[in-house]
Nanobody, 127 residues
Framework: VQLQAYGGGLVQAGGSLRLSCAAS????????VGWFRQASGKERVFVAA????????FYADSVKGRFTISRDVAKITVDLQMNSLVPEDTAVYYC?????????????????????WGQGTLVTVSS
């Protein structure tokens, strides 16, 4: 499977962007999806995740209240709506997926729990 993350770009601080993640050839039915980001020179960190049924979401403290993860009704994409962006949100954003239910809430925040990763999309927030 190939995951494609798209929607990144350049935005001023305070602005918004919407990222999307799609899986080639199929939907995200029965898959949990996570968004992670990696700033230049730093490790990849958790941003948000949604469970396979779409009824539970998880957020990093740094984005809570500003970012919203959702999946469309047809489960074709998982989107990350990013509002009130700040320069510290500048990073390459990656989506990743894992089939089924993870064993704990903490697991959704772990990179190693996800099996497949997209290529990333760059988000740059100017001050």
């Amino acid at each position: 499977v190939q995951l494609q993350a798209y929607g990144g770009g350049l935005v001023q601080a305070g602005g918004s962007l919407r990222l999307s993640c799609a899986a080639s050839g199929r939907t995200f039915d029965n898959y949990a999806v996570g968004w992670f980001r990696q700033a230049s020179g730093k490790e990849r960190v958790f941003v948000a995740a949604i469970n396979w049924s779409g009824d539970r979401t998880f957020y990093a403290d740094s984005v809570k209240g500003r970012f919203t993860i959702s999946r469309d009704v047809a489960k074709i994409t998982v989107d990350l709506q990013m509002n009130s962006l700040v320069p510290e949100d500048t990073a390459v954003y990656y989506c990743a997926e894992v089939r089924g239910t993870l064993l704990s809430d903490l697991a959704y925040r772990r990179k190693n729990e996800y099996n497949f990763w997209g290529q990333g999309t760059l988000v740059t927030v100017s001050s």
